[in-house]
């Protein structure tokens, strides 16, 4: 590993199951070479040992590609980031498990459901979005305030979409009520983007950040305030 952003290492655990005859995955990996100097990006498969004890990472990114090889591996991740301040970035599939998550510490659901992994369930936390957004894109709105808003901006951007599930509008509520905000939306999605304010970095996203670096864009700001956020010092 290199020296980082203030003289320290930094490695990020990315924590999914590498596959790149996904785009999304391709997209990835190129937004890794792009990372600042001193930053050190690891996949971490959702079935192995690196993904069960993650004391080595400094920031974890729940990453697409559902359904993942082990689900109670991605949940346990991400009570642990919650549990003890470690950055955590979660997209598409992240957004999705780290909505379970919530769901059940915050919200008092008991045994929160995917629809996904459970597609008879009554009423999921994670549902069917209202059209399937499998490679569109939508124009996401942060709402003002909001931790994502001032990394992304207010004003609406497109955003890049590989998912056929969202958070369940009736869910809402409950999530804002325990402390989650609701940071971003978008037609068909709902919510793009939820945050909690009072963890140093604990925010996931819908919208696939990395999508655009095979094409040359620029490393995109979330993703950079990320590995700033998981910089020890």
């Known amino acids: ?15 999914g199951d590498r596959d790149l005859s996904y785009l999304t995955h391709r997209e990835l990996e190129a937004a890794v070479a792009q990372l600042p100097a001193g930053v050190d990006a690891r996949w971490a498969p959702t079935d192995s040992a ?4 993650l004391e080595w ?3 974890i990114w729940v990453l697409p590609g559902t359904p ?6 991605v949940l346990r991740a991400i009570g642990r980031a919650l549990d003890d301040g470690t950055p955590l970035l979660g997209t598409c599939g992240g957004f999705q498990h780290v909505v379970l998550v919530l769901a059940e510490r915050l919200a008092g659901v008991a045994a929160p459901v995917h629809a996904e992994l459970a597609p008879d369930a009554a009423e999921p936390v994670v549902a069917p979005l209202a059209c399937s957004l499998l490679g569109e894109e939508r ?14 901006g207010e004003a609406p951007f ?3 979409h590989f998912c056929g599930y969202g958070l369940a509008p009736a869910y809402e509520a409950a999530l804002e009520a325990g402390g989650a905000v609701i940071s971003a939306r978008a037609p068909d999605a709902g919510v793009e983007g939820i945050e909690l304010p009072s963890h140093p970095f604990f925010m996931a996203t819908l919208f696939q950040p990395q999508v655009g670096a095979l094409a040359g864009r620029p490393l995109h700001p979330l993703i950079g305030a990320f590995c700033a956020a998981a910089t020890p010092g």
């Open 1 to 15: 590993m290199a020296v980082g952003f203030a003289g320290t290492m930094t490695t990020l655990a990315l924590l």
């Open 68 to 73: 993942y090889r082990d689900t109670d591996a």
């Open 158 to 160: 497109a955003g890049f």
């Open 57 to 59: 990472a400094d920031g």
């Open 139 to 152: 124009e996401v709105t942060c709402v003002p305030g909001t931790r994502l808003a001032a990394i992304c």
């Open 50 to 53: 690196a993904a069960r004890e």
